[in-house]
């Protein structure tokens, strides 16, 4: 059974701030599990996004957007780009009053890749 590796405080933009998690992950039920473990923290029960996305080897590609239209399939894309399956990336964003508009997905993505240069 795996847990989460968190890096927390990544990035802040207009006063958004942003954390980023991931774990080993077969399926949707093993995900579920550990974004589950991960909301047993208060702060991140408590955060706007909880966006997430898996490369399953069994299920395919699994996605949530949690509000934050469009942020899963950018997950996705960048573990399908380094092929990275059954590790599941979640990005949590706690909303600073500001939108970001497409800069949001950027913010996503420095989120990922600070998440996989520091775990691959």
């Not at 589950?36 to 299920?59: P, Y």
Request: overall charge positive.
């Amino acid at each position: 059974m795996s847990s989460l590796t968190t890096i927390e405080a990544v990035l802040s933009d207009r006063g958004s701030k942003y954390a980023v998690s991931g774990g080993e992950a077969m399926n949707k039920a093993e995900a579920d599990r550990l974004l589950k473990e991960l909301k047993k923290t208060k702060k991140f029960a408590k955060a706007t996004h909880n966006t997430w996305a898996l490369l399953s080897s069994t299920d395919g590609p699994l996605k949530n957007d949690d509000g934050e239209s469009g942020a899963g399939m950018v997950i996705l894309r960048m573990l399908e780009r380094e092929a990275l399956y059954d590790h599941i990336v979640i990005v949590t964003r706690w909303f600073g009053g500001t939108k970001l508009g497409g800069d949001r997905f950027r913010r996503v993505q420095d989120c990922v890749r600070a998440y996989l240069d520091a775990t691959t």
